[in-house]
């Protein structure tokens, strides 16, 4: 990116990072040729990464890649969020020794950037650095054709209190945005301000499965997709709930889903106890209690922050 595209982006979040803390609360190598003893299937995986003109290095990719077991989509996948998380964002982490080795947890964070894009970074910010994988409850209109293969692949799973307690009882990770819709939802001029959190049922989960909560921070997300407005019922007959409308999308179409080069820091607080029961009392406490821990970590993160890009 040129200095002078860097400055025009910069210009579109003049005067943001003055105000941020006190508003916290609330040309590429060709392509490989297939090897000639590459089974058909991997020919026909190596098209379709040439088709999206990125580059396959097959001694560079995981063991589970490599023996042909993951999609096509999730090799494209990530090819594309690799650097989006290393190079775009820059990605700093910390706290990830707060990651238990093993066993089942709550990883809890607060979202934002109309793309919800927040929540694979927080993936890759584990796999980068822990031994976990994380599974996402997702809202159901992800899960609708042509998205809801692909959501299965990305280990993102509907939302509802009965699936985020099977995934527990089966020792996962399991991530929660309480948030939600209103989350990703918000615009510019409410960044990093908390939403609701709802009914507490992250609280509950912890408490009948016994299961530390992991309260995660993230910033950066907010100037990725800076949110201007959102169009409610536009997108009602594809079950989307608005269309968001940014700096560049929907102006400059498919371009416009390119994210700002924002500097993105995830941390991952220390371990929170789970609720003495799953008492509304105990869980909208314990929720309370996540929600501050979260509202502090935002404004030392921005206070710390010397630049958005």
């Known amino acids: 990116m040129t200095s002078t595209s860097r400055t025009s982006i910069k210009e579109i979040f003049n005067g943001l990072s003055?105000?941020?803390?006190?508003?916290?609360?609330?040309?590429?190598e060709a392509p490989q040729a297939v090897a000639s003893h590459a089974s058909p299937t991997?020919?026909?995986e190596e098209i379709t990464i040439r088709a999206f003109g990125l580059r396959y290095d097959m001694e560079n990719l995981p063991n589970h890649v490599v023996s042909g077991t993951a999609p096509v989509?999730?090799?494209?996948?990530?090819?594309?969020?690799?650097?989006?998380?290393?190079?775009?964002?820059?990605?700093?982490?910390?706290?990830?020794?707060?990651?238990?080795?093993?066993?089942?947890?709550?990883?809890?964070?607060?979202h934002a950037g109309a793309f919800a894009i927040d929540?694979?970074?927080?993936?890759?910010?584990?796999?980068k650095n822990s031994t976990r994988s994380l599974h996402l409850l997702g809202a159901d209109f992800l899960f609708q054709d042509p998205l809801r293969e692909f959501m299965a692949h990305l280990n993102v799973h509907p939302a509802?209190?009965?699936?985020?307690?099977?995934?527990?009882?089966?020792?996962?990770?399991?991530?929660?945005?309480?948030?939600?819709?209103?989350?990703?939802?918000?615009?510019?001029?409410?960044?990093y301000q908390l939403q609701g959190f709802g009914r507490a049922g992250f609280a509950r989960l912890a408490a009948l499965n016994g299961v530390p909560i992991i309260p995660t921070a993230v910033i950066g997300s907010e100037e990725a997709y800076p949110l201007i407005a959102r169009v409610e019922g536009l997108l009602d007959w594809a079950g989307f709930p608005y269309l968001?409308?940014?700096?560049?999308?929907?102006?400059?179409?498919?371009?416009?889903?390119?994210p700002f080069p924002s500097r993105w820091t995830i941390s991952f607080g220390t371990p929170i106890a789970p609720p003495k029961s799953d008492s509304p009392v105990d869980a909208f406490a314990c929720s309370d209690?996540?929600?501050?821990?979260?509202?502090?970590?935002?404004?030392?993160?921005?206070?710390q922050r010397s630049s958005i890009f």
């Open 18 to 28: 003055n105000q941020e803390a006190s508003q916290a609360d609330g040309q590429e």
């Open 42 to 44: 991997q020919k026909q």
């Open 73 to 110: 989509y999730e090799r494209v996948l990530d090819q594309i969020l690799d650097p989006i998380y290393r190079d775009w964002f820059r990605t700093q982490v910390i706290g990830s020794e707060n990651i238990p080795a093993e066993g089942a947890a709550l990883i809890v964070g607060n």
């Open 119 to 127: 929540a694979l970074m927080v993936v890759r910010a584990l796999e």
């Open 160 to 191: 509802s209190f009965d699936s985020a307690n099977e995934l527990l009882q089966a020792g996962h990770l399991v991530g929660v945005w309480p948030e939600g819709v209103n989350g990703v939802g918000k615009t510019i001029a409410h960044r």
């Open 244 to 258: 968001p409308v940014t700096p560049t999308f929907p102006a400059l179409g498919p371009l416009g889903l390119i």
């Open 289 to 303: 209690h996540v929600r501050g821990e979260l509202t502090q970590t935002i404004r030392e993160l921005l206070s």
